[in-house]
């Protein structure tokens, strides 16, 4: 069974500019949650789309947005883009949902955005 | 709120000593708690999880055991190899709400 992929696993931008991630979770996966990863602030969650909605949110700016296809498949957006924006982005899917008591996470590759 | 404080690296150890990672965690309720691994340029692969307490999560000779009383998560391998080099990310999750990780803890070992 094929992994979590994200598309593009590397992208460079300028400030100001907007950015569109793509993540594409296992097959029957149904939940699909986003990560950013710093060297300063470590891992950090974004947000969590289950069956098209967001379910759960981080605590990020509203420059930072996703969304949830029919087919499971997830994008995030961020918009005007910043420096500190720079980040491997990471995406993770989920059988069920977080909601299951254990449920475990399995993350794709990430998308490595460099914002100058 | 929640919390994983796992203990700072780098930890540098020669091929075949052991390993031990500290994990700790504060949780409101009964976390799930899992160590992923992460490869140098590569995303997260799950090592091991624990669901409850005096769960043992074990896989390619790593084990953790799910303590409540001292709600610690520590890793251990007996011996390490060249190939464990890597980031060690100690996580909890409860039901309902994203994974809560550690620092990351990065392990180097030598021939």
């Known amino acids: 069974k094929a992994g979590v992929t994200q598309t593009p696993r590397y992208l460079i931008k300028t400030r100001g500019q907007q950015v569109t991630l793509s993540c594409s979770p296992i097959?029957?996966?149904?939940?699909v949650s986003w990560y950013q990863q710093t060297p300063g602030q470590g891992l950090q969650f974004l947000f969590e789309?289950?069956?098209?909605?967001?379910?759960n949110k981080g605590n990020f700016p509203g420059r930072f947005s996703g969304r949830q296809f029919s087919n499971s498949r997830s994008e995030m957006n961020v918009s005007t883009l910043e420096l500190g924006d720079s980040a491997l982005y990471l995406c993770?899917?989920?059988?069920?949902?977080?909601?299951?008591?254990?449920?475990?996470?399995?993350f794709g590759p990430g998308t490595r955005l460099l914002v100058l | 709120g929640n919390s994983v404080t796992q203990m700072e690296g780098p930890v540098t150890l020669s091929e075949e000593a052991f390993l031990t990672i500290n994990c700790t965690y504060t949780a409101t309720g009964y976390p799930s708690l899992f160590w992923y691994v992460q490869y140098p340029g590569e995303g997260l692969q799950l090592l091991l999880k624990?669901?409850?307490?005096?769960d043992k999560g074990s896989n390619k000779g790593f084990e953790a055991t799910y303590r409540k009383e001292t709600t610690s998560f520590h890793l251990e391998k007996g011996s390490v190899q060249v190939s464990d080099s890597a980031v060690y990310f100690c996580a909890s999750m409860e039901a309902g709400t994203a994974l809560i990780f550690g620092k990351g803890t990065t392990l180097s070992v030598s021939s």
């Open positions: 097959s029957g996966h149904r939940s």
């Open positions: 624990a669901t409850k307490a005096d």
């Open positions: 993770a899917s989920t059988l069920a949902g977080g909601t299951g008591f254990g449920e475990t996470q399995y």
């Open positions: 789309y289950f069956s098209e909605t967001q379910r």
